[in-house]
């Protein structure tokens, strides 16, 4: 192969096994800029000091990444293990591996009745004017609520704290309540 096929290929092909390879750099930063100049990113090897190794991985985009060593966080089985950019996406091993086999879903559901007399310091009742059917003062409600907790001056705040008093106080709010018992 000629050699600008040869960069062609190491550029889209991801290389597995034991490959070392060795290029020279002037500082960190060029070292860094090398590094992650590189579509894949599995895993990584750095040698030199602990504290310069540290300091320099900090900065190195890798799944995984050894220090002084090589290919120990593959033989660490209780560590997560997969890549970056086009090396892949989630892992496998470790809680991480774990949770990436997993289908999760999130359930919310208002207690019955029964156990909110029970235990009156669970509540999750929804506030009348925004219960359904929705009454004509639950987009008042609603914006008083925002302005109130997410106004962006004082002003705002007591518009909000206006807008939930005429809600709550709204005489049609009074008959859709009538309606719902």
Not at 23 to 41: G, H, K, W, Y
Not at 118 to 141: G, Q, V, W
Not at 160 to 179: F, T
Request: glycine residues 8%; proline residues 6%; aromatic residues 10%.
């Amino acid at each position: 192969l000629n050699s600008a096929l040869l960069k062609t290929r190491l550029l889209r092909d991801e290389v597995f096994g034991p490959v070392i390879t060795i290029i020279p750099f002037d500082d960190d930063n060029e070292l860094v800029r090398i590094a992650n100049n590189c579509d894949f990113a599995l895993g990584a090897n750095i040698f030199g000091s602990p504290p310069h190794v540290r300091a320099v991985g900090k900065r190195i985009a890798s799944g995984f990444l050894s220090h002084n060593d090589f290919a120990t966080t593959y033989l660490c089985q209780s560590l997560p293990m997969g890549g970056v950019k086009m090396s892949g996406f989630g892992k496998f091993a470790g809680i991480e591996g774990l949770r990436a086999l997993c289908v999760t879903k999130a359930v919310v559901e208002d207690l019955p009745a029964w156990y909110l007399n029970m235990n009156t310091f669970i509540r999750t009742s929804i506030p009348p004017p925004i219960c359904y059917p929705l009454s004509d003062s639950a987009f008042s409600f609603v914006r008083g609520t925002l302005r109130l907790f997410h106004g962006y001056s004082w002003a705002d705040r007591f518009t909000g704290i206006s807008d939930l008093l005429s809600a709550i106080a709204s005489p049609k709010r009074k008959q859709a309540e009538k309606k719902l018992q």
